[in-house]
């Protein structure tokens, strides 16, 4: 592996030699440990976070990250990351977003209109991550009239009747079913096949069903009403994490944030179907 270049200028000096400069990839690559504070005293995180679980990386750079990245810390005798993952293009018009070609959207005003996690929640849901995604406006705003309704829903179900007991009626066992469902399919989606989209579409299901249930129901029992709020937005915060964490302060929960917050874990019994209607 080459790691200098003579025929430009720019770039960080080769100090032994002056007519080379290090390989573009070389010096970039490295950012991922020391932004950590690998051979350096400005961080000290190197040892919590390296190595990665996973690079998420363009599906045109991949090559960097798998060849000539591992090569440079098997040198060093240095860990490798566990997974590197390419990932598809955001595509407009039939191509690839390209600032000299202009089939390109302003971030900054997709944030100021819709917000952060808006525009997060469409890249992860409109497509698999390994596919290309078509830029969507109404896409967009299908994701932020969603988050309106995670909004909506939390503050219902914060004012609606708790019901005190241990027993749950029918249509609250189904409910909770429903719940362990989707903390099944979110987990198996997330742990290591990186299925955002059919994550978030399960807790859309999920949303729903609560949505379906407070129609007909003036009160709820109380710990359910509780272990509803908690999981879903335990399950939203890799996604959404700003609105989650504005909505987590409303539960006065013990952890400080949703982000502090134990994964969920589905109940095998929830699960279970008790009877079968043929």
């Not at 525009?119 to 991550?129: G, K, M, S, V």
């Amino acid at each position: 592996l080459c790691v200098s270049r003579t025929s430009f200028t720019w770039g960080v000096p080769v100090d032994f030699d002056p007519g080379h400069v290090v390989y573009v990839w070389v010096d970039a690559l490295f950012n991922y440990t020391t932004a950590l504070g690998f051979l350096n005293d400005k961080y000290d995180d190197y040892e919590k976070f390296w190595p990665a679980d996973v690079h998420f990386v363009g599906k045109e750079i991949v090559r960097f990250h798998s060849i000539i990245w591992p090569a440079m810390l098997m040198s060093m005798d240095m860990p490798l990351p566990k997974h590197v993952y390419g990932h598809g293009w955001l595509v407009m018009d039939g191509g690839k977003m390209s600032k000299s070609v202009g089939n390109v959207v302003s971030p900054e005003e997709i944030v100021n209109k819709y917000g952060a996690d808006t525009a997060r929640l469409f890249i992860l849901f409109a497509a698999p991550p390994e596919r290309d995604l078509n830029w969507s406006d109404q896409g967009v705003e299908g994701s932020y009239r969603f988050l309106k309704r995670v909004w909506a829903i939390t503050e219902k179900y914060l004012e609606l009747k708790g019901a005190d007991g241990d027993s749950l009626t029918a249509d609250e066992t189904a409910l909770r079913r429903r719940l362990h469902q989707t903390i099944a399919k979110v987990t198996e989606d997330l742990d290591g096949k990186f299925n955002f989209n059919t994550a978030i579409s399960s807790i859309m299901e999920l949303v729903n069903a609560m949505y379906l249930f407070i129609e007909s129901h003036g009160e709820i029992n109380t710990a359910l009403k509780h272990e509803l709020l908690r999981s879903l937005l335990i399950l939203l915060a890799p996604f959404v994490p700003h609105i989650t964490e504005e909505l987590w302060q409303k539960l006065d929960e013990p952890e400080a944030s949703v982000h502090e917050a134990e994964w969920v874990k589905a109940d095998p019994a929830a699960l279970v179907v008790d009877e079968v209607e043929l």
